[in-house]
Antibody, heavy 120, light 109 residues
Framework: QVQLQESGPGLVKPSETLSLTCTVS????????WSWIRQPAGKGLEWIGR???????NYNPSLKSRVTMSVDTSKNQFSLKLSSVTAADTAVYYC??????????????WGQGTLVTVSS | SSELTQDPAVSVALGQTVRITCQGD??????ASWYQQKPGQAPVLVIY???NRPSGIPDRFSGSSSGNTASLTITGAQAEDEADYYC????????????FGGGTKLTVL
């Protein structure tokens, strides 16, 4: 059974960079797409971006200028960096495996989520 | 458009059937997938593609699609089905973006 676990600081100061890592266990990270998704308290889900194990990325246009994703296949991990954060970036951040099939994209495995608060 | 629209809230009597809908232009080209999220928990995939259920999801959950609207149907709703439900699909603009609906709060009466 594939499991994902987010890790990283729970508190980030405004204007600084949010950094999170997702560790995949129970299966290989290779040959899949992986995504970050966030959810502000009481609000809906927002897709941040995806990365393939080759390092190829696609980002949400609304966040593209501030987002960088990377992957380390030797550690079975992928990471998120979000720069110049503000209070609006306070949210629960989830990592998830993205399945891409003809005519359908879906997330079949999710991490438990980690709350990141942006505050001085 | 790259947006998906869901009704904010829906209610259903225990044991009855409820349909939760998701509308958007991308659904004319791509199937929706559906997620159940209970308070304090991560979303769980319940339906993907034309009408596929992951292992462990009860068969009272089903999916369908027509035109720009996808639907999640729960036949014989149970108390434990009370949750938020989100749809998602691939954006149809060609840039591999993923879009989510705003979510529907399902109350089982």
């Amino acid at each position: 059974q594939v499991q994902l676990q987010e890790s990283g600081p729970g508190l980030v100061k405004p204007s600084e960079t949010l950094s999170l890592t997702c560790t995949v266990s129970g299966g290989s990270i290779s040959s899949y797409y992986w995504s970050w998704i966030r959810q502000p308290a009481g609000k809906g889900l927002e897709w941040i971006g995806r990365i393939y194990t080759s390092g190829s990325t696609n980002y949400n246009p609304s966040l593209k200028s501030r987002v960088t994703m990377s992957v380390d296949t030797s550690k079975n991990q992928f990471s998120l960096k979000l720069s110049s954060v503000t209070a609006a970036d306070t949210a629960v951040y989830y990592c998830a495996r993205l399945q891409q099939q003809p005519y359908v994209y879906y997330f079949d495995y999710w991490g438990q989520g980690t709350l990141v608060t942006v505050s001085s | 458009s790259s947006e998906l629209t869901q009704d904010p809230a829906v209610s259903v009597a225990l044991g009855q059937t409820v349909r939760i809908t998701c509308q958007g232009d991308s659904l004319r080209s791509y199937y929706a997938s559906w997620y159940q999220q209970k308070p304090g928990q991560a979303p769980v995939l319940v339906i993907y593609g034309k009408n596929n259920r992951p292992s462990g999801i009860p068969d009272r959950f089903s999916g369908s699609s027509s035109g720009n609207t996808a639907s999640l149907t729960i036949t014989g709703a149970q108390a434990e089905d009370e949750a938020d439900y989100y749809c998602n699909s691939r954006d149809s603009s060609g840039n591999h973006r993923v879009v989510f609906g705003g979510g529907t709060k399902l109350t089982v009466l």
